[in-house]
Every structure is written in C-alpha cells, then in structure tokens.
C-alpha cells in the first residue's frame, strides 16, 4: 500500500459534481475524474442541517476538514476513500442543494453570499492522501480510518468488504431514501435509519438465516449476482406475513427479531381477528411489563408468560404474606410452605427463612390470577420451581 500526499482547492473537487438524489448511483467530481462514492462507500449521511452546515461554516472560518484519501483506480481516475460525507457536503452547498445562516441568522444559498465568502469555500484546501494496493489492501484501510468520526456500522463495513454488484442493486432497493413508501411500511416493524444501510442490513439477516447461513456468508455467496430476487422475495413475504398475522400496527413492533418468528410460526394457520383481540386485552393488562414479548407470546399460543416479565409481588406483600404464612404454619405445626405441609417428607414441618422462598400466584397470571395480596403465597423455592405455570 502507497501513499502520496496532495493538496487540492476546493474549486477542483467540485468541478463537474454531479448529486444524484437516488442514492447508490454515484457521486462524481474532478470534472468526471473522481468517483465521490463508490460502490463500497456508505450513503450520505450528512443531509441534517446540522453537519452538512458545519462543513461549510468551517471552510468560511478557516478550519481544517482533516485528510482525505483517495484511492488511485488508474492514472486519471480516482474514488474517495474516506471523506465522501465532507466533500458531498461541499458540492452539495455549492450547487444550491442547503442553506446557511449568516451572522445575522438570514439564510443564504451559495449562489448569494458575497463573492468574498464564495472565493473563501472555492480557494479552501484540502489535504488528499492518494492511495495506491490491491483491493484488499484498500479495503481494509477502508475499514480502519475513521477522520470524520462516525464510525462505519457493520452493515457499512459489510458492504466494503463484498462490493459488487449484488451490493448495489441491494443498496438501491433497501437504502434509498427516496423509496418513501416502502420505507414507511418496513418502519412499522423495523426501526432503522435507510441511510446507514439498517433495512438492508435486516433483510440479509432475515434471509441468511433461513438458509443457516451468516450474512457475511451470504454477501460472499451471492456478491457477483446480477439480481437480489431472493433477498428481496423473502424479505416482502415475511414483511406481509406479519401485517396479515397483526392487523393493529404498534410502535412496539418495532425492533422484534420478525424473521426469526416467521420461521417458527409461519407454517400455523392464525385468525387475525382473535390475534387482534389477544394482543388488545395483553396491551391493555396492567401486570404485563414487556409490551414487545406480547407478539411471540400470542403466536406461541399464550403458553410462554415469561416472554411478557409479568409484574412481580412487591416486597411489602411478600414480607406480609410470609409473616402470615409462617405464624399459622407454627401455630399448626406443618411447614410454611403449604406444599411441603401436605407432602410426606422430611419437610412437612419444615420454617423457611424467607429467603429460601418465592412469591408465587395462587391463581396462575395467565388463568386470570392478579399479581395483588390476595393471589399471593409464599413456597419453598424447589416447590415453586416445580410448580411452573400451573
């Protein structure tokens, strides 16, 4: 791996930028000769209002943008190794794109600050390590320098390390901001930003493993394909899976590994309107504090009541019960535990320490039993654990 160091004034970085708002498709500078993002590169992030302006409120105050480098593709052509996310800011500015405030608070476009301020940003330079390896030497440089100081998510590396162009057509189809539609459908159950590759980086994980692969697996299997109908297929069948399961859309869907339950549970014959019901009489169940488990709990069959960590007895109720429990088990001469009292053991007139026992519900949660004083008992801990959800 080479390096050489240059300096370039912003004017030549920008001459011929060319924005294309359908992300994934390239951005390009050096009058044509510099790829601004390739295809390994992550999307734009920096379209907030906030870190776009600092870019330029930098360049106008004379700051440092830090390094940038290049990788040298060919005598005449390079692509950006790191530094896309200022340079397509300064493009960006300089082609109307966003605004800035002066000192005044007033907003200005480039094309209307004053010709000193506008001959400040084009005469700024910028310090270019042009790099020279092999692909793999490049990529994990890529991998490793971080300037801008966020850092690349995994999916960002992934994309990096198995560019192609399964990557790109995957890139368009799953990060595209554009894609408004799509994107406010997944968002009901996926909660991710489309511009730091998160849907993208859930569908390969829906999909790789229900073919128990890994995703890196998969990227390298499939990274020269010419076509993502797979990914794209299954990552749609199990997205209508669940909004045909689950007719109320919750902000608690969000984030549920959903590939995962639709491998397990998608072969079952369910009718929305019970699943409806079900899920509606959980949400509105005070004892109930995983709202988010109430989904698989339901698809389970409402077997499994630890997926909804329902509300345990207090200390108070316990301390009580137990005092009570223990004064009437004395005065009868059987163990405080009501279990052991009715057994044929050793342990039929055994006094628990309160901390050998637990509070349990006398009526199961999930046959109606309340989590009050009224349901509570207090059991020796080997006959609590046994005696599970019955």
Not at 148 to 166: D, H, K, M, R, T
Request: hydrophobic residues 35%; proline residues 2%.
């Amino acid at each position: 791996m080479k390096a050489e160091l240059r300096t370039y004034k912003v004017c030549e970085l920008v001459d011929g930028f060319i924005y294309n708002e359908l992300e994934g498709k390239g951005l390009f500078g050096l009058a044509g000769r510099l790829t601004i993002q390739p295809e390994y590169q992550r999307n734009y992030i920096y379209a907030d209002g906030k870190r776009d302006v600092a870019v330029i409120d930098s360049l106008l105050k004379g700051y440092p943008l830090g390094l940038v480098y290049f990788n040298d593709v060919s005598e005449d052509k390079f692509e950006v190794l790191d530094g896309q996310q200022r340079i397509t800011s300064i493009g960006r500015f300089t082609t109307g794109k966003f605004a800035i405030r002066d000192e005044n608070g007033r907003e200005h476009r480039f094309r209307s600050l004053p010709a000193d301020k506008q001959a400040k940003i084009m005469g700024s330079e910028i310090l270019v390590y042009h790099c020279k390896g092999s692909e793999s030497e490049i990529k994990e440089w890529f991998k490793t320098i971080n300037i801008v100081g966020i850092p690349l998510n995994e999916q960002e590396l992934l994309n990096a390390i198995y560019s192609g162009p399964y990557v790109t057509l995957c890139k368009a189809e799953f990060s595209n901001s554009s894609n408004n539609l799509n994107i406010q459908k997944w968002s009901t159950y996926i909660k991710a930003d489309v511009k730091r590759q998160e849907f993208l980086a859930e569908a390969l994980k829906w999909v790789a493993a229900s073919g128990r692969m890994t995703v890196e697996g998969y990227m390298a299997a499939h990274r020269f394909d010419n076509n993502i109908k797979e990914i794209k297929t299954y990552f749609d069948t199990v997205i209508d899976w669940i909004s045909g399961v689950f007719r109320d859309a919750t902000k608690e869907m969000q984030g549920i590994e959903w590939g995962t339950l639709y491998e397990r549970f998608h072969k079952q014959a369910y009718n929305p309107a019970k699943v409806s019901e079900a899920v509606q009489r959980l949400f509105g169940d005070l004892y109930v504090k995983d709202r988010k488990g109430i989904f698989e709990y339901v698809l389970g069959g409402e077997d499994d009541s630890k997926l909804l960590n329902i509300r345990v007895f207090d200390e108070p109720t316990k301390q009580s019960v137990y005092k009570q429990q223990t004064a009437e088990a004395t005065e009868s001469g059987v163990s405080n535990c009501p279990y052991c009292a009715i057994g044929h053991d050793v342990n039929k007139s055994k006094i628990w320490a309160i901390k050998d026992m637990d509070a349990d519900h006398v009526a199961a949660w999930s046959k109606g039993g309340g989590t009050d004083i009224e349901n509570c008992q207090m059991l020796c801990k080997p006959h609590n654990r046994a005696k599970g959800n019955r």
